[in-house]
Antibody, heavy 115, light 110 residues
Framework: QVQLVQSGTEVKKPGASVKVSCKAS????????IHWVRQAPGQGLEWMGW????????KYSQKFEGRVTMTRDTSISTAYMELSRLTSDDTAFYYC????????WGQGTLVTVSS | QSALTQPASVSGSPGQSITISCTGT?????????VSWHQHHPGKAPKLMIY???NRPSGVSNRFSGSKSGNTASLTISGLQAEDEAEYYC??????????FGGGTRVTVL
């Protein structure tokens, strides 16, 4: 069965970076795009970007351009999302999702940014 | 990349039908047949309810249906049940190979 399993809770200081992983299983990893979505406290879902695991191509939301980097390691069927220059506004649950319409999602990773 | 417009809240009594709208532009909702709807409980993974405007994934109740007219997509929940109470988000493929979400709609079962 398809599963996306994300890394655990992170606590970071302002200005730091965070890297969240998303390990895929149950399907051919290189066959489907992985999207990253976040939800800040009291806010809605926000699309951050996608990565094509087949060739590493990426597309980022303009909001995060220059601050986000999405990568993958096909040998372990894992996608990564790194967000730099963190501020308190980046405190949120971060999710990975398969395909543009998100047929399967990771369980979410809480990233807290606090001094 | 502006968010799609959804009503903040919709409510209904058990057994009733409700409809949630999702309004975008010709650069997203109106330009592509790639609208999806998710049910979300905060802190949990969103659940796909509808994809590609009208398609229902295996396992999702047929009480959920989707449609689109012009730049507005809609999700209808018929035979409303207490378990349907949640936040619902629409999402659409958009120009430049991006994706955009709506602001979310809180569904309350009275």
């Amino acid at each position: 069965q398809v599963q996306l399993v994300q890394s655990g809770t992170e606590v970071k200081k302002p200005g730091a970076s965070v890297k969240v992983s998303c390990k895929a299983s149950g399907y051919i990893f290189t066959g489907q795009y992985i999207h990253w979505v976040r939800q800040a406290p009291g806010q809605g879902l926000e699309w951050m970007g996608w990565i094509n695991p087949n060739n590493g191509a990426t597309k980022y939301s303009q909001k995060f351009e220059g601050r986000v980097t999405m990568t993958r390691d096909t040998s372990i069927s894992t996608a990564y999302m790194e967000l730099s220059r963190l501020t308190s506004d980046d405190t949120a649950f971060y999710y990975c999702a398969r395909k543009n319409y998100g047929d399967f999602w990771g369980q979410g990773t809480l990233v807290t940014v606090s001094s | 990349q502006s968010a799609l417009t959804q009503p903040a809240s919709v409510s209904g009594s058990p057994g009733q039908s409700i409809t949630i709208s999702c309004t975008g532009t010709s650069s997203d909702v109106g330009g592509y047949n790639s609208v999806s709807w998710h049910q979300h409980h905060p802190g949990k993974a969103p659940k796909l309810m509808i994809y590609d405007v009208t398609n229902r994934p295996s396992g999702v109740s047929n009480r959920f249906s989707g449609s689109k007219s012009g730049n507005t997509a809609s999700l209808t929940i018929s035979g409303l049940q207490a378990e349907d109470e949640a936040e619902y988000y629409c999402s659409s493929y958009a120009d430049s190979r991006t994706q955009v979400f709506g602001g979310g709609t809180r569904v309350t079962v009275l």
